[in-house]
């Protein structure tokens, strides 16, 4: 057995122990799935750590740069609850099409607002447009845009809010002097994140079945 199938045998160990991944989120997965989408959406695990950060802050506004299927928009709509909204933006029409569908089918399709175009010309709109902060931001797109995705974010939020930003491990890639554009926005958004004084962060590394990788997570300080 390779460490890595030991690594998928017990996420989904963990998932079915611990984690409510219901038949609604394994659908999403399987309709994304189905649709020609790529398998890139948060694990289980993942997701309920969302839903459970969602909690920690009572966040009833959350922000997610990166739809695909709407899986973790799922998660994250769950936890703000029926008060709360999810506001996503895809620049995908497809993924964007199959999440709606997901959504109505997940009972969450009037909390979840999907904005279609590219991530970093919705956010300048938003920041123009002076919308209300948002309690936690999730940063899953594109990872070239990182950093441009922090700075944003940052426009975005509030003291006691929290940025969270998947796949800062890159399977070890984040080490080293790759000129790959997802390594050198992934090494730039962690250098951000340790230098600036309006954040505490920190960014944890995970392996599961989609292997070696990891997630940084920042609280705003103010
Ligand atoms: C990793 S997937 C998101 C997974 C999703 N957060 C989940 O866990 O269910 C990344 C998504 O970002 C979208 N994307 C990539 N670049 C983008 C950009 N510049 N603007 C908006 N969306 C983008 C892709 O089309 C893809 O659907």
């Known amino acids: 057995m390779t460490e890595d199938t030991r690594w998928g045998d017990v996420e989904g160990y963990l998932a079915k122990t611990v984690v409510d991944e219901d038949e609604v989120l394994v659908g999403i997965r399987t309709r994304t799935v189905q649709a020609g989408l790529r398998p890139i959406e948060v694990s289980?695990?993942?997701?309920?750590?969302?839903?459970?950060?969602?909690?920690?802050?009572?966040?009833?506004?959350?922000?997610?740069?990166?739809?695909?299927?709407?899986?973790?928009?799922t998660w994250l709509a769950r936890a703000v609850g029926v008060q709360g909204s999810v506001t996503t933006l895809e620049m995908d029409p497809r993924a964007a099409e199959v999440a709606q569908e997901n959504w109505r089918l997940a009972g969450v399709g009037d909390r979840v607002e999907l904005i279609l175009g590219a991530a970093a010309d919705t956010l300048n709109s938003l920041v123009s447009s002076g919308t209300d902060p948002y309690d936690l931001v999730f940063i899953d797109a594109d990872k070239k845009s990182n950093p441009a995705y922090l700075e944003a974010a940052l426009?975005?939020?509030?003291?006691?809010?929290?940025?969270?930003?998947?796949?800062?491990?890159?399977?070890?890639?984040?080490?080293?002097?790759?000129?790959?554009?997802?390594?050198?926005?992934?090494?730039?958004?962690?250098?951000?994140l340790g230098s600036d004084p309006r954040l505490q962060a920190t960014a944890v590394q995970t392996v599961s079945s989609k292997g070696w990788d990891g997630f940084a997570v920042a609280y705003v300080l103010g």
């Not at 309920?48 to 966040?59: I, Q």
């Open 155 to 192: 426009a975005l939020t509030h003291p006691g809010s929290l940025i969270v930003i998947d796949n800062v491990v890159r399977g070890g890639r984040v080490l080293g002097d790759s000129d790959d554009p997802d390594v050198v926005g992934t090494r730039r958004v962690l250098e951000m």
């Open 44 to 73: 289980a695990t993942d997701g309920a750590l969302l839903a459970l950060w969602c909690r920690l802050v009572g966040a009833r506004r959350v922000l997610e740069i990166g739809t695909l299927g709407g899986y973790s928009a």
